[in-house]
């Protein structure tokens, strides 16, 4: 037996102050609800009602301290990332970054200290699917794309708003969908392939498809993880200018190992070591650092 949900009541879909509502009347309603050629306002993306960055910076993490069976992979970190900045994040295998991202974004939660996205959203307080909807996009090292649908539906499933299968089902996208689309197919240089099956795409492709896939949550903060690993070197030079080019509209977080891709989109870079900040600066006042050059370059 289909039941009808209490958010498609009558009484939900007729205007507050409709006493007796006629069948008639909720037909009509349930007719306009699921009409195909409609955008309702839960398919628009909005960022959340609390998100405050008056003050310029968007994250927050402040004395931040994680350990695992004794070990610390993250001790006293404390990292601010400015609205529309892009940061590179560097260090040796083990520093903490990827334990840092996972706090983040709500997969493992710190012994001590506080993450917050503005000035009022204490990401502590929220699951990882609060923190997503709240403006927070990652990306693996490893690209997951849907390599049985084609660019342009990959695209489309990533579509900020309500998208479980029923919504796509019955959906049918509108002038203003279908452009925002074209314009993240261009962002991201896969305009020419936006008909081709993502299994078919190269490496770097693939990459840019997830970066779009991101784009169109419309995220405020993008976390991406070593995204020019197993990449030729002209398509690096197409990520960093991908990259360099979403900075402003959103702030890009770049986790790298690759010190000239880091050195070619990089404004500010932060030095994790150990599980906190070593150094912080330019590239060239983080190449000049003895700190850094010891632990990290080598030298």
């Given at each position: 037996?289909?039941?009808?949900?209490?958010?498609?009541?009558?009484?939900?879909?007729?205007?507050?102050?409709?006493?007796?509502?006629?069948?008639?009347?909720?037909?009509?309603?349930?007719?306009?609800?699921?009409?195909?050629?409609?955008?309702?306002?839960?398919?628009?993306?909005?960022?959340?009602?609390?998100l405050d960055t008056?003050?310029?910076?968007?994250?927050?993490?402040?004395?931040?301290?994680?350990?695992?069976?004794?070990?610390?992979?993250?001790?006293?970190?404390?990292?601010?990332?400015?609205?529309?900045?892009?940061?590179?994040?560097?260090?040796?295998?083990?520093?903490?970054?990827?334990?840092?991202?996972?706090?983040?974004?709500?997969?493992?939660?710190?012994?001590?200290?506080?993450v917050w996205l503005?000035?009022?959203?204490?990401?502590?307080?929220?699951?990882?699917?609060?923190?997503?909807?709240?403006?927070?996009?990652?990306?693996?090292?490893?690209?997951?794309?849907?390599?049985?649908?084609?660019?342009?539906?990959?695209?489309?499933?990533?579509?900020?708003?309500?998208?479980?299968?029923?919504?796509?089902?019955?959906?049918?996208?509108?002038?203003?969908?279908?452009?925002?689309?074209?314009?993240?197919?261009?962002?991201?240089?896969?305009?020419?392939?936006?008909?081709?099956?993502?299994?078919?795409?190269?490496?770097?492709?693939?990459?840019?498809?997830?970066?779009?896939?991101?784009?169109?949550?419309?995220?405020?903060?993008?976390?991406?993880?070593?995204?020019?690993?197993?990449?030729?070197?002209?398509?690096?030079?197409?990520?960093?200018?991908?990259?360099?080019?979403?900075?402003?509209?959103?702030?890009?977080?770049?986790?790298?190992?690759?010190?000239?891709?880091?050195?070619?989109?990089?404004?500010?870079?932060?030095?994790?070591?150990?599980?906190?900040?070593?150094?912080?600066?330019?590239?060239?006042?983080?190449?000049?650092?003895?700190?850094?050059?010891?632990?990290?370059?080598?030298?």
């Amino acid at each position: 037996m289909t039941t009808i949900p209490q958010q498609l009541s009558p009484q939900k879909l007729l205007k507050t102050g409709d006493a007796n509502p006629s069948e008639s009347q909720f037909r009509r309603k349930l007719r306009n609800l699921v009409r195909r050629d409609q955008v309702f306002d839960f398919l628009k993306p909005q960022y959340h009602p609390l998100l405050d960055t008056r003050h310029n910076i968007l994250l927050y993490i402040e004395g931040v301290t994680k350990s695992f069976d004794g070990f610390k992979a993250i001790d006293d970190l404390n990292l601010y990332i400015r609205e529309g900045e892009l940061r590179c994040i560097i260090g040796p295998n083990g520093a903490g970054k990827t334990t840092m991202m996972d706090i983040i974004t709500g997969k493992t939660r710190p012994d001590e200290g506080q993450v917050w996205l503005g000035s009022n959203l204490n990401l502590l307080n929220m699951d990882e699917a609060e923190i997503a909807n709240a403006g927070i996009g990652r990306k693996f090292q490893k690209p997951t794309v849907f390599e049985c649908l084609t660019v342009w539906h990959n695209l489309e499933l990533a579509m900020a708003g309500e998208r479980g299968v029923f919504d796509v089902f019955r959906a049918r996208l509108n002038g203003a969908q279908r452009d925002e689309i074209n314009r993240v197919l261009e962002q991201v240089g896969l305009c020419n392939q936006a008909s081709l099956l993502a299994g078919n795409l190269s490496h770097g492709q693939k990459q840019w498809l997830e970066i779009g896939m991101l784009l169109m949550q419309k995220p405020k903060l993008l976390l991406v993880d070593e995204p020019v690993a197993g990449m030729t070197h002209q398509e690096m030079d197409r990520t960093a200018a991908l990259l360099t080019s979403l900075a402003g509209e959103h702030s890009v977080v770049v986790v790298e190992h690759d010190m000239d891709f880091v050195r070619s989109i990089a404004s500010t870079v932060s030095v994790l070591h150990q599980g906190h900040v070593l150094a912080e600066g330019s590239m060239s006042e983080i190449q000049s650092n003895p700190q850094v050059k010891q632990v990290y370059l080598g030298e």
